[in-house]
């Protein structure tokens, strides 16, 4: 019998993983349209049907439901976080940039409300391997925004825990919205997101005159860079009006 080389079978294993992927993102492709079209309730067995597989092939490919439902919260968190663009690369005045944000986070929470409560289900089941996306989402966030937040803080030379302002700004955002998807009210998108700016604006407008720098909503933001080249500009409380 003919030995099989160790870059053959390098190779074998290479392709056989390249393939392995690839499946597992087709999976989870169909896992979002099935869980669009049948709710937060999917089960692991609508999705295998929605393949048009077994559950028994499709576990060839995730562990468990809980292995499944980890890649699941991985793909919408990478959405969300791509919905966010505005806030990665900021332009316009801070007002604007936060308008931006928040307004795609709502959308998409919106436009995709049975992927949010699905995931959110995962979350609060007894099961002890049941994965907690939503917190995981919130921390991929939280942890973008608050290095965001720190170049700008830091160019502004105020000192304050960015990671922490960040992520208390991810969860209300996310704690609000959640809850007013299940209970609107008398509130209307538009009201919702308009809201969320001003609290946000509040905490940020406090955290900079906390270290003496003042800050218009509505100004221009210039570049990090810059605004480190000229931050004693920003110190004289009478450059804008007052609140």
Known sequence: MRSVQPEVRDGVVSRWSGQRERRRVEFVDAALAAIAEHGPQTSTEQIAVYVGVTRTKLYRHFTCAADLQRAIAQRASEMMIAELAPVWQPHGSMGQIIEAGVGAHVR???????????LARCSLAEDSDAHDAITDI???IGTQLGQVFGVYVGAFGVEADTELSAMSIVGMVETAAGHWLDNPGGTSQERLIDD???WIW?????????GGVYLAREEPLSEPEEIARTVEQYRDPGRIAPA
């Open 108 to 118: 998409f929470l919106v436009g995709h409300r049975n992927l949010y409560r699905y």
């Open 138 to 140: 919130k921390f991929s």
């Open 196 to 198: 969320l700016v001003r």
């Open 202 to 210: 509040l905490l940020i407008d406090d955290t900079l005159r906390s």
